[in-house]
């Protein structure tokens, strides 16, 4: 059983950046791909960014593509989001999400195993 944190959001202006932490106990995450979705009110949760267990790969979508970047420190079962150049449009509560053994690709919720209980991110413009 993984349990997952996220931390880290907050109300900052567009253009700025935040990062946000996803920190696991239970297990080791060094076997979970890792994936970051985000849900705005009333809309679906969408897939926002990957990486492999090791971290030498990530895949993003193509709406935050050079804007955010994923690492991972598996020596501190932590995951990171940087979020840079915040538009409006990125406002949403933000999930970390393990897929165990997952493929980086892995851009459908429900290849997920286990979920945190998320992060507000606001951005003014």
């Known amino acids: 059983q993984v349990e997952l944190v996220e931390s880290g959001g907050g109300t900052v202006q567009a253009g700025e950046s935040l990062r946000l932490s996803c920190v696991a106990s239970g297990e080791s995450l060094s076997s979970y791909t890792m994936g970051w979705f985000r849900q705005a009110p009333g809309k679906k949760r969408e897939f926002v960014s990957s990486i492999s267990w090791g971290g030498s790969s990530t895949f993003s979508a193509a709406s935050v593509k050079g804007r955010f970047t994923t690492t991972r420190d598996n020596a501190k079962n932590t995951v990171y989001l940087q979020m840079n150049l915040l538009k409006p449009e990125d406002t949403a509560a933000y999930y970390c999400?393990?897929?165990?053994?997952?493929?980086?690709?892995?851009?459908?919720?429900?290849?997920?195993?286990?979920w945190g209980q998320g992060t507000q991110v606001t951005v003014s413009s």
């Open positions: 999400a393990a897929d165990l053994w997952g493929p980086l690709g892995a851009v459908d919720e429900f290849e997920y195993e286990y």
